[in-house]
């Protein structure tokens, strides 16, 4: 079984910058996809950002492309978002997600739907 935990979430001005993290328990960390997701308020849950197991690949939604920087640590079990220049449409619960396939691109991993574990997600609130 796999256990993800999210912190790093708050309040930030548009412009600032907030790193996330997923610390995940079990010993499938290192062979799957990553990736982020997240949910406004009445609204569903949209593709953030994906990474290879490896950590070599990465795809993000046009959205936050060139803001944010997903990137992952095998040795901690460990994944990140970086996220500058955050705007206030960036606000939502953010939620990891470990993908229990293998094989695929990592464009595969845009569809919720692809990931078997899900985080209890972190609030990030950004003002304007």
């Known amino acids: 079984q796999v256990q993800l935990v999210e912190s790093g979430g708050g309040s930030v001005q548009a412009g600032g910058s907030l790193r996330l993290s997923c610390a995940a328990s079990?010993?499938?960390?290192?062979?799957?996809?990553m990736g982020w997701f997240r949910q406004g308020p009445g609204k569903e849950r949209k593709f953030v950002a994906a990474?290879?197991?490896?950590?070599?690949?990465?795809y993000y939604a046009d959205s936050v492309k060139g803001r944010f920087t997903i990137s992952r640590d095998n040795a901690k079990n460990t994944l990140y978002l970086q996220m500058n220049s955050l705007k206030p449409e960036d606000t939502a619960v953010y939620y990891c997600a470990l993908s229990g396939r293998t094989g695929y691109s990592v464009n595969y991993y845009v569809d919720p739907m692809k990931y078997n574990y899900w985080g209890q997600g972190t609030q990030v609130t950004v003002s304007s």
């Open positions: 990474i290879s197991w490896s950590g070599g690949n990465t």
């Open positions: 079990g010993r499938t960390f290192s062979s799957y996809a």
